[in-house]
């Protein structure tokens, strides 16, 4: 209908019939208010279509799981995978960064990983339908071989002149026994009776991992850091910067050994020994902490090196809770002798 300049449409739901010889119009409902989608499905419906619910009208033959790998897929792209592991695409690289995303997902063997994976889109999307576990093996050799290329691109992207390296070194244990390098060591796992591998990961102050080397098992953490250093000095060239480590891993005799390199400052923490030395000669003074939990030293026998002590009264709450516990239980088990 018109008003004026505008326009009204209304949306009726009529029907014909006689009476009396006369056809009538009967107006049944009025569909003026229903969204548009819902009055096409009334209309289709009276001209004889008919409609069923999902779970009825599609039968789920299959299913596989895409969105966590669409998600996957998108942060390679973002993080320039590709670009890493070669400058060219190839069926190797295709099929590492197929293991990859497998490997994000659901961690299990190379076997296991291409039983599994058909459940997924994973090989749709990195072009591998047709990958068998013999592949997979044959592609890890290939980016084996180009674990220094790609160690550059990511000193060339996260490592700059003075920056942090943060570097440390864990173990895993072997169920197996034809590892080359697996032998018996300090075991993290405390897994007596295993043997292990020693890996050193090197990342920047942020984390993101740069290096990754495996050692024997039997190697012992000071062994590994001296490799580490000459790696980012000579292979990744950055003539200055400063390397992370725990007391374990920074011994005095190897911050001897950095010294004498040139470019390499450390930061790492004293032993308890040396701590205790430092107090009973006077140069750490308890008082000092009554105003401060923070603060700068100096001893002659750590010349041109800046001592940064602190006091953590957390961890001092859980060793007084912690010795009280002791004595608790040493007067327990000695009143049983009485």
Excluded at 9 to 15: D, G, I, K, Q, S
Excluded at 55 to 73: D, K, L, M
Aim: proline fraction near 3%; charged fraction near 30%; aromatic fraction near 8%.
């Amino acid at each position: 209908s018109k008003y004026k300049d505008r326009e009204y449409f209304t949306y009726l739901l009529r029907r014909s019939y006689r009476e009396d010889g006369k056809v009538k119009q009967q107006t049944i409902a009025n569909l003026t208010e229903l969204p548009e989608v819902t009055r096409e499905l009334v209309k289709e419906s009276l001209q004889g279509r008919v409609f069923l619910p999902s779970e009825e009208a599609i039968e789920i033959t299959r299913s596989r799981a895409h969105g966590n790998v669409a998600v996957i897929r998108k942060v390679m792209e973002d993080l320039g995978i590709s670009e890493l592991l070669s400058s060219r695409r190839s069926r190797e690289s295709d099929l590492v960064e197929a293991m990859i995303a497998a490997r994000i997902i659901n961690p299990q063997t190379k076997l296991s990983t291409i039983r599994w994976w058909d459940n997924t889109t994973i090989p749709e999307e990195f072009s591998v339908e047709d990958a068998d576990e013999d592949e997979l093996y044959v592609a890890l050799d290939w980016l084996l071989q180009r674990q220094e290329t790609i160690e550059r691109k990511l000193a060339q992207r996260h490592l700059s002149e003075g920056g942090l390296v943060l570097y440390d070194v864990s173990s895993s244990y072997y169920e197996g026994s034809h590892c080359e390098l697996a032998s018996y060591g300090y075991n993290r796992d405390r897994k007596k009776g295993k043997k292990q591998i020693v890996y050193g990961l090197m990342t920047d102050s942020k984390g993101v991992p740069i290096s990754i080397q495996v050692y024997p098992g039997c190697t012992s953490d000071t062994k590994t850091i001296g490799e580490q250093v000459d790696k980012i000095k000579e292979e990744f060239k950055v003539g200055r910067f400063v390397v992370v480590g725990d007391r374990g891993m920074l011994t005095q005799g190897q911050i001897e050994g950095l010294k004498a390199l040139g470019g390499v400052d450390w930061i790492s923490a004293f032993r308890g020994p040396t701590i205790k030395s430092l107090f009973e000669n006077g140069k750490l003074q308890l008082s000092l902490f009554d105003e401060r939990d923070l603060l700068e030293i100096d001893s002659p026998d750590y010349p041109g090196e800046r001592l940064i002590v602190c006091r953590n009264p957390f961890l001092a709450e859980e060793r007084r809770r912690t010795r009280e516990d002791l004595l608790r239980a040493t007067e327990e088990k000695l009143n049983k002798l009485l």
